[in-house]
């Protein structure tokens, strides 16, 4: 899937993304130099993909996009998504470019207010004044080198596409998609830090555990004054992306400001590989396992199989599943997981086609029950997709309680296909809902978590952030809050304040789990042997 406006992760991953934990497991290992691992670069991708401007201008004709607003607003937003990587700002009263040196205008809002300008423009017949083909070739100009030209390609084509088409179908190199895609590890330069921008400034939003962020003891919400020199002021997060995974440049000096103090600080890339899964042990009365899975790539059910084993070999007793910014990924993946905490051959989801000549699927559990002890699940407004598919489900079948944010609202899912204008690219079409055990979808309305914590970051969902989201026809396939008592037991609890931690949303879900009306709760409504038939 693609990424979600304001929010950019500093590592490779998919076009528009797929878009963590002292003491614990860690899937690290370093790199002793740069130089000892050569990775190919996204750009890379999309040029041995030969993209060229002939598909561009395929779909970004002056005759198409003044044929419609929906057209014209589609070629819009294929200009809106690569300006701020070269400072440029489109007039929607002129049609014209002009270079700003600070900040983009467009950096770090959502496309739907982005788009706000330029539909008055359409309202007031100013449309025409904008020449795509015009404008395309300055864009293509103003690129220093022909390696990444066809990555900028790409940009426009599915920033055209999600208003077009819809917020989720786009084009990938199917070279990266089976190279990069599905991977484990992340990029030895991921340094381990995302950022957001917030009332016009940018700040800290996520800093990965065990990283080299981290390490430099940066923290989520630290403003950003300056990175290796440069004034924030005059970076748009797409500068920011370019510098920290610029492979020449092992060091980062940056400057922030946090509770009103500016600090010095230096990031020091080790080339440590750091795994999609991080497990941490968490001592109190009790001992607690958080276990946080930021993508679900190929083979991630197996892995986290083999930590739960080592984790309750040494008497934990409760665990929490960190869902948090996971953007989703394999489908398979989450009925495998779900097993692990329900059983087999249980509905974990099902699809539904928008073709009413395709039969809709259900689709079973294939993981053995593995965790039958209490169960967190934390979640935020960053929690898509497969995500929200794990956690809404899992809160169904009252195994879990989830904690946190409302959930970003996809609920559909794509299926590739060989572009017909390119077969070195697959198009990854919307093809339907896919929905909760229930019937649910939580496409728009996301999952509703049990407990509700928030995070300093800005939220942005599926609704709020794109032009034209898929809206589910059904009533019955909005996805609803599950009925549970554990809010009502939690408030029994006579001890519900027992962690100290930065991370509010963690500190609850430790606070709810450590609470022993909640574990009882959760044996009375999950039977280990009923699961198990």
Known sequence: MKSWGIIIVTALGFLMGLILAGVGVTSAKTYFSSKSKVE????????????????????????????????????VNSVLQVLPKYHLVLSPETGSLSRVEMASEYDGRSEKENLQPYIRAYELQKNHRINFESIWKQILDAEPSEETESYTIGMGINGFLSVYKDPHTYILPNQFFEEVGSKSERSHLF???????????????????????????????????????????FLNLPDISTILKNSEINQFAIRIKRNGEEKELVIERSHR??????????????????????????????????????????????????????????LNEVACLAGLFIGMNKKIYSVKYFDPLKIDEVVLTTGSLLYTGPLVVLVNSS????????????????????????????????????????????????QGFYLLPSGASPQLK???????????????????????????????????????????????????????????????????LSCHRISSAMASKFSPEEFNQ
Not at 62 to 74: G, M, P, R, V
Not at 191 to 212: A, P, T, W
């Open 40 to 75: 190919k670069m996204v750009d890379s991708y999309w040029r041995d993909a030969d993209l060229s401007s002939k598909e561009l201008f395929q779909l970004i004709s002056n005759t198409n996009c003044q044929s419609s607003e929906k057209y014209f607003l589609a070629c």
């Open 191 to 233: 340094v381990g830090i995302s950022f957001e921008r917030k009332n016009g400034s940018i700040f800290v939003r996520r800093i990965y555990r065990n990283s080299d962020a981290e390490r430099s003891g940066l923290k989520e919400q630290d403003e950003l004054l300056s990175l290796n020199g440069q004034n924030a002021q």
């Open 273 to 330: 590989v750091l795994n999609h899964i991080f497990v941490e042990r968490i001592s109190g009365l009790r001992d607690y396992a958080v276990l946080t899975l930021s993508k679900f790539n190929r083979g991630v059910c197996s892995e986290v199989s083999n930590h739960i084993k080592d984790l309750f070999e040494g008497s934990v007793s409760g665990l929490v599943l960190d869902l948090r910014d996971n953007p989703g990924g394999e």
């Open 383 to 430: 929690s898509a997709s497969a995500s929200e598919l794990l956690a809404g489900a899992l809160q169904e079948y009252n195994r879990a309680a989830v904690v946190g944010e409302r959930t970003f609202g996809k609920g559909t899912f794509q299926e590739p296909e060989v572009w017909n204008k390119n077969s070195k690219i697959s198009l990854f079409k919307t």
């Open 446 to 512: 996301g999952i509703n978590p049990d407990f509700l914590a928030d995070e300093a970051h800005v939220q942005l969902r599926e609704a709020s952030n794109y032009f034209n989201p898929i809206v589910p026809k059904n009533k019955e396939q909005e996805s609803r809050r599950a009925v549970t008592d554990f809010e009502l037991e939690f408030k029994k609890c006579s001890s519900t304040n027992l962690f100290q931690r930065e991370d509010l949303i963690l500190k609850k879900g430790l606070d709810v």
